[in-house]
């Protein structure tokens, strides 16, 4: 009997035990994070605890009992109940997970959700439990479903992307390429891809390592499959895996046509736009390399100097573009009869220069004498008009004959005088002690003083005054240079221009006169008092690339009104280059100046330059108006201008108006401004605006 108390005690105590274990796992369930759901036998609901509320939206009073089918999709209740009661068939002494399956479930709304369950298996004294785990995944999947849509609009930049894109590994292997960068090498993605970056370039030592692109990119010729080069700027950024490897994101654009522009800019700044020749810039380059050259090593040169004879003649009597042709083909020549490693140059207007490398007296000879010949059996100019040349030749050999271009260009210039004064189509060679030594020794003094000039503030500036025909009164001035001499002297241009030209000092004193003219126009605004200045520019100047930006920062930093300033220019200066001439009056023009060209009338060209030109001013030259009292064809010649030009828009300036009857004419021809000795001489100051100066 006490055995039999004994058993049974100890029977309640166990089903005590497990009632509080079943119990304190049923609590532990209910407040778990995970959504928790227990299932009997039938796989009726018997345990769902709060995160299970949460997500599905029912109350555990609403689904306990329940069936699983409550909690799932329509129509899929059957499949998911068949997989839970073939799990674990079998003799399953332990708790086992099955493997996480993801699947669709319905919240109480009836809204459908994405979760991922894992299913035990429970056996206790024969019951079976179903305990299953689930997890929402909806924002999972939403954060997928991004993840996933910003990856495929990653993908479809990359891939199309208007610029070359590659991915590249640690070492610059390409992994993957765009379309754009396998049509830029004319590739398709699997020839590239693999490859080391570096196989591209056509030179591989020219290619910077990634680190350096990743810091400040560059601009490299790569390798087209045709075999031709294109010029592409590469830049890249680093990247770092989530194990921390090493990757790169490399940007190629093509800029081949941009680079080609460049190069073509390079090209048009060192090349005569009318010839094709080397300018004047490009042939002092060529030169000072080639005496460079010659003091270091020894080996010597020739320098030709070349003006064609009478060439001015070609352009009054069959007009400026045949003289342009006749150029074209004088280089044509030119560049036919120099030898590989020579340089043939237009220095401006009808003078031609050619630089021999390795030349000496008599090899310069026979290749002159060739020279001449050539163009003296040549037939230039159109088939209609063509016209015959002779040159004249100053040669001069480096560096025995001077030790800077523009000494070698001085006595050049001087031995192409003699070979003139010998009757042209000829040609002379310097000689140290040849008849030009007085000329040579006269010139290098004229340039020692224009540079004295320049440092000592030995320039002056004195103002002729231009009468407004119709107003009759003052309203322009213009500038003219005097040079101070040692005795307080004024030494007029004519006698130091010339120098100033042939030594390129010409470009220092053009500067000097428009800063001193600007700051005259200051002084006069601040005064109140209104005028223009005309200033002249030599054709050197008009090719000089900083001139325009000198002037603009002239005029703004003393506050000037550009409309106050007139540049002018000869019809001779714009012959010399008419295409850079016609660039830098529409520059300037288009920030306010005004223009003025001068000397028309001298030639037969001068009406294509009234209508190509957008001068605002044309000065009637001065050998119309000396005698046009008593020549009729002067009189006809001047009404014609003066018509002319109304009708182009320009207005007109007589020169050398002295006398009464000469100012009665222009102003009945309809000029529109005089200037000369009638209307005022030039001095210091300047007139008043209220009458002539007389």
Not at 220 to 226: G, I, W
Not at 524 to 531: A, E, I, K, N, V
Request: proline share 4%.
């Amino acid at each position: 009997m006490r055995n039999h108390q004994c058993t049974s005690d100890q029977a309640a105590e166990v089903q005590r035990a497990l009632a509080w274990s079943e119990a304190r796992l049923a609590s532990m369930l209910a407040i778990t994070p995970a959504a928790t759901i227990a299932l009997d036998a039938d796989q009726r609901i018997v345990l769902f605890n709060e995160m299970a509320e949460k997500i599905f939206g029912w109350t555990r009073e609403e689904v306990l009992g329940q069936p699983l089918d409550i909690l799932l999709p329509p129509g899929t209740a059957a499949r998911h109940r068949k997989f839970v009661a073939e799990f674990g068939r079998g003799p399953v002494k332990q708790r086992t997970m099955a493997e996480r399956q993801e699947l669709s479930a319905r919240r109480k709304s009836g809204e459908l959700f994405p979760v991922q369950i894992g299913i035990a298996r429970v056996s206790v004294e024969d019951e079976t439990l179903y305990l299953a785990v689930a997890q929402d995944l909806t924002e999972r999947k939403e954060t997928e479903r991004r993840l996933k849509a910003s990856e495929e609009r990653f993908r479809l930049a990359f891939e199309h992307a208007p610029i070359g894109v590659a991915l590249l590994d640690a070492h610059g292997r390409i992994l993957q390429v765009n379309r754009a960068f396998c049509a830029m090498l004319g590739c398709d993605a699997a020839e590239l891809t693999g490859r080391p970056l570096s196989h591209l370039a056509l030179e591989a030592d020219a290619l910077p390592d990634l680190a350096e692109l990743a810091t400040g990119g560059a601009c490299v010729p790569l390798r087209h499959r045709s075999g031709g080069t294109i010029w592409a700027d590469l830049s890249c950024a680093a990247m770092h895996g989530q194990q921390g490897e090493a990757a790169y994101i490399l940007q190629v654009q093509d800029v081949t046509d941009r680079k080609r522009y460049e190069e073509e800019l390079v090209r048009l700044a060192l090349v005569d736009s009318l010839t094709d020749l080397a300018n004047r810039r490009r042939f002092q380059q060529v030169l000072e390399e080639a005496l460079s050259r010659a003091q270091r090593t020894g080996a010597g040169g020739a320098l030709f100097f070349i003006d064609l004879d009478m060439f001015k003649h070609i352009n009054d009597t069959l007009g400026h573009q045949a003289g342009d042709e006749v150029l074209r083909q004088v280089a044509a020549l030119l560049r036919s009869a120099v030898r590989l490693g020579d340089t043939a140059a237009r220095l401006g207007g009808d003078e031609f220069a050619i630089v021999l490398p390795g030349a000496d007296g008599p090899l310069a000879a026979r290749v002159a004498d060739r020279l001449l010949e050539s163009i003296r059996q040549s037939r230039f100019a159109s088939e209609e008009t063509p016209v015959s040349l002779t040159a004249s030749i100053g040669i001069v050999l480096f560096p025995d004959h001077g030790s800077s271009v523009s000494e070698l260009l001085s006595k050049a210039d001087m031995a192409l005088s003699e070979a003139k004064e010998r009757g042209r189509d000829s040609w002379a060679l310097y000689t140290p002690d040849g008849p030009w030594q007085r000329q040579l020794e006269a010139r290098l003094l004229w340039r020692r003083r224009i540079s004295q000039a320049l440092e000592q503030d030995r320039f002056v500036l004195h103002y002729q005054p231009i009468l407004d025909l119709r107003r009759n009164v003052v309203t322009h001035h213009e500038a003219l240079l005097r040079m101070v001499g040692d005795e307080g002297e004024l030494i007029f241009p004519g006698e130091f221009l010339g120098v100033a030209e042939r030594f390129n000092l010409i470009q220092q004193v053009d500067r000097w006169v428009l800063d001193t003219a600007l700051r005259q126009l200051a002084n006069l605004r601040r005064m109140g008092r209104s005028q223009v200045l005309e200033v002249n520019l030599s054709g050197r100047t008009l090719i000089d690339p900083d001139l325009p930006g000198i002037i603009r920062r002239g005029l703004s930093d003393r506050d000037v009104d550009p409309a106050s300033l007139v540049l002018e220019i000869t019809e001779t200066a714009a012959i010399g280059d008419l295409e850079q001439a016609e660039r830098f009056i529409c520059e300037m023009k288009a920030l306010g100046c005004r223009f003025a060209l001068d000397d028309v009338g001298a030639g037969f060209a001068s009406l294509y330059f009234l209508k190509r030109l957008p001068v605002d001013y044309v000065k009637i030259d001065g050998a119309f108006i000396r005698n046009l009292a008593h020549d009729t064809a002067d009189q006809h010649l001047v009404r014609a201008l003066a018509t002319v030009c109304r009708e182009l828009g320009k207005q007109t300036i007589a020169e050398f108006v002295d006398s009464p009857e000469s100012l009665r004419l222009v102003r009945a021809y309809g000029v529109d401004y005089a200037q000369g000795y009638l209307i005022g001489r030039p001095g210091p100051e300047l007139c008043s605006t209220e009458a002539p100066c007389q």
